[in-house]
């Protein structure tokens, strides 16, 4: 665990969610939001300066109010959609992380999202070394760094 | 006069962001076209007529970059507009693809960024129309 | 006439003479909306971002909260002649107040407010045409209905957020 990594990593999921799901993403997690069951993760791959694999876990029952916020419409969103918003979160939060975590002349490319909701197969992928996490209306999302060569 | 806009995302739900956002922006919006890649875009832009394209980077098939290339290299594209829209945030990448483009907004966005970074490209305003 | 908007209040106006204020805002958010071609113009001092943070009091006062007060705004403005599409929506406040709980502000209210202002105008499909919030100090907020100037004081200095309209026929 790298405190100045699970600093960066917080300040990314913070600004995703505020800013791109109008979420009220809160430091302080409380009983109910940490017993909260698994609802989605996805994974981005990213490789460059540094390499490696950034995870955004959901728990509870967030998915579909961040993607309301983010589209500005209170409808039911089908499976694909939460998916796709899904992924974009994951993109914004790992493309925020990474110039905290690997200095802002860092180089590296961003692979495609891949997210998945609870019914899915479970995703694979490394161990994650730094996590950190924040609290949302209805539950809570874990953020997850691995970096090759040691975090 | 309005203006024909190409949205380029692999997101679908980004380009309903981005689709909501020209709605609301008070901008005279023609026709919207979407493309989900470089090379869709590329597609599109060569079906219809386009004042502006807002394009993403890091997006399967082709990305970003490569069809903004492609558009130089096309004397028909070469002068169109193109709004990058990306998560990138090293100063290095950044400054190369404000080089490549009209604008660069930085994910995650305010749609007011977004209106005023197309405002001030194409000298269209609210207030004033084209 | 001038019309002061306490905390958790909200009021609208179409006469040319009035002047709408509110002191003190702090984390708080003053918003204003203005339809320049109709001149009616209003303004909501609201404390905390969700009325589902005490539904009871959302109901009791909505002009509380920034939710469930701007619809209420609009809506106001809306029945006193104006139109959505021309509303000019601004905001001033949001500050990091130390009062809040401790030297960090702990609960970030502030900013917790213009989120939530963020997240119902993308909802109402209205942008935001000013804004002088954040910091860690209280502001003055005031719009003339006469001519659409908002205008915000920290002491002695004063912000223009949206100048006066003066060439708007009457």
Redesign the interface.
Known sequence: MNPAFEQSLKQAAL??F???C???PSVEITTDQIEAPFEAEVRVGFHGTVKGELSVRLYGTVLDSL?Q??????ELMDA??LR??L??IG??V???A??LI?G???????D?PRPALAKDIPLKGPALETKTQVGLDGGRAEVGIHIEGGA | MSLNILVVD?????R??LI?TLQISGLPVGEVHEATNGQEGLDQLSKHWIDLALVDI???VMDGETMIDHMRANPLTKETPVVVI????????VEMLKKKSSGFVH????PEVVKETIERITGVNHESGV | MQLTVGIAEMKVSKGAEDLIITHALGSCLGITAYDPMTRVGGMLHAML??GSLNADKAVENPYMFVDTGFPRLLEACLRSGAAKNRLIVTVAGGAAMKSNGGGDDFFQIG??NI??L??TL??E?IMLKASDVGGGFARTLTIEIGTGEVVTRTGTNSTVLLPAKNSVPA
């Open positions: 600004t995703t505020g800013e791109m109008m979420a009220l993607a916020g983010m589209i500005g419409d209170n694909n959609l796709d918003a992924g974009e993109n914004v790992c493309g925020n990474l110039p690997a802002e002349m860092g180089k590296y490319r961003l495609p | 692999d997101s679908r739900m980004m309903s962001v909501r890091n997006m399967p990306s998560t990138e945030s090293s100063p290095e990448r994910k995650p966005f305010t | 971002p969700q900013k917790r989120v939530m963020r997240k993308w909802a499909g």
